[in-house]
């Protein structure tokens, strides 16, 4: 079996680079390295590898972006699994195994022996997603943090503070949306949908801390349009999995498929990477990934 690092050289610290590479050549594999330039070039060689019909396991070697096309890439494909090396700042989907998944998944030899399981995809306008798919104000906050990124002793969270500041402050909460998921029609104001199939977003997020990404079914989150006061206080409570206690502003569904609709653009994130349309169409997809994982550890512990 073949094992194909795609690195994304720009993920984390600058030396970690050269340390993930002693550390892959240090393996008695049968390995290929490949380094990413621009963006769709780890989705390309993932497809390549995929549609090559030799059995390979593809290690995402960045962060949710990088691990997001690889799925992209590999998706559907039976002779292919991938896994996600968390050299990134994210890693969101790595949470679902515990607290002590960045550790584990960074040891090549454990990861490399581990046992692989049949995944769920999202597919939001035709893009598939791993963990999940929010559109609102969570999702413009996303959007538009790189904007911030380039400010002075601005990185990551800092990044992602400013614009939730510049998003709850000024540009407001509510956005007007038809949203149809099973028996709930909801014509109004909206601060957010998210769709998970995986637990984890946004670098602390687990709106849905039992969900599984294997059964078959998503979680759907619908928030109503709340008051800048109202936010700051279900804000924790909505990122620790708390939205039971609030039935009257947080609405949940389980299903296949959820649509959104905008009287403006909408602004979605999948698993990092953002889409736009003034309509939205997020469901289970027909195509689904094998994702492997170091022996011992399991995706099914809510802990």
Same mark, same amino acid.
């Given at each position: 079996?073949?094992?194909?690092?795609?690195?994304?050289?720009?993920?984390?610290?600058?030396?970690?680079?050269?340390?993930?590479?002693?550390?892959?050549?240090?393996?008695?594999?049968?390995?290929?390295?490949?380094?990413?330039?621009?963006?769709?070039?780890?989705?390309?060689?993932?497809?390549?590898?995929?549609?090559?019909?030799?059995?390979?396991?593809?290690?995402?070697?960045?962060?949710?972006?990088?691990?997001?096309?690889?799925?992209?890439?590999?998706?559907?494909?039976?002779?292919?699994?991938?896994?996600?090396?968390?050299?990134?700042?994210?890693?969101?989907?790595?949470?679902?195994?515990?607290?002590?998944?960045?550790?584990?998944?960074?040891?090549?030899?454990?990861?490399?022996?581990?046992?692989?399981?049949?995944?769920?995809?999202?597919?939001?306008?035709?893009?598939?997603?791993?963990?999940?798919?929010?559109?609102?104000?969570?999702?413009?906050?996303?959007?538009?943090?790189?904007?911030?990124?380039?400010?002075?002793?601005?990185?990551?969270? @800092?990044?992602?503070?400013?614009?939730? %500041?510049? /998003?709850?402050? #000024?540009? *407001?909460? =509510?956005?007007?949306? !038809?949203? &149809?998921?099973?028996?709930?029609?909801?014509? @109004?104001?909206?601060?957010?949908?998210? %769709?998970? /199939?995986?637990? #984890?977003? *946004?670098? =602390?997020?687990?709106? !849905?801390? &039992?969900?599984?990404?294997?059964?078959?079914?998503?979680?759907?989150?619908?928030?109503?349009?709340?008051?800048?006061?109202?936010?700051?206080?279900?804000?924790?409570?909505?990122?620790?999995?708390?939205?039971?206690?609030?039935?009257?502003?947080?609405?949940?569904?389980?299903?296949?498929?959820?649509?959104?609709?905008?009287?403006?653009?909408?602004?979605?994130?999948?698993?990092?990477?953002?889409?736009?349309?003034?309509?939205?169409?997020?469901?289970?997809?027909?195509?689904?990934?094998?994702?492997?994982?170091?022996?011992?550890?399991?995706?099914?512990?809510?802990?």
């Amino acid at each position: 079996m073949k094992h194909i690092f795609i690195i994304n050289p720009t993920a984390g610290k600058k030396r970690s680079t050269r340390t993930l590479v002693d550390s892959i050549q240090a393996l008695d594999l049968s390995y290929e390295i490949v380094f990413t330039e621009k963006a769709g070039d780890a989705r390309r060689a993932a497809r390549a590898a995929a549609e090559s019909g030799e059995e390979a396991r593809i290690y995402a070697c960045g962060g949710d972006g990088t691990l997001n096309e690889v799925v992209n890439g590999a998706a559907g494909f039976d002779n292919i699994a991938v896994t996600n090396v968390p050299t990134g700042t994210g890693n969101d989907f790595l949470k679902i195994f515990g607290t002590k998944s960045k550790a584990r998944f960074t040891d090549l030899k454990a990861l490399s022996e581990g046992p692989q399981a049949v995944i769920d995809l999202i597919d939001c306008n035709g893009h598939l997603g791993i963990d999940i798919v929010c559109t609102g104000l969570d999702a413009r906050i996303a959007a538009d943090k790189d904007a911030y990124n380039g400010f002075p002793l601005v990185t990551g969270i @800092g990044a992602y503070i400013i614009s939730a %500041v510049v /998003n709850v402050l #000024h540009k *407001g909460i =509510g956005v007007s949306t !038809v949203v &149809d998921c099973g028996d709930l029609h909801f014509d @109004g104001e909206t601060s957010l949908v998210c %769709v998970c /199939n995986g637990r #984890h977003y *946004g670098g =602390g997020f687990m709106p !849905v801390g &039992d969900n599984m990404p294997d059964d078959g079914l998503l979680e759907v989150l619908v928030v109503r349009k709340v008051s800048r006061l109202t936010f700051f206080r279900l804000v924790g409570k909505y990122g620790s999995g708390k939205y039971r206690e609030y039935p009257d502003l947080i609405w949940y569904r389980q299903g296949h498929d959820v649509t959104v609709k905008g009287r403006q653009e909408l602004v979605a994130v999948v698993d990092g990477e953002v889409v736009r349309s003034r309509e939205l169409h997020i469901g289970l997809s027909d195509k689904k990934v094998n994702f492997f994982y170091p022996a011992g550890m399991s995706y099914e512990s809510t802990v």
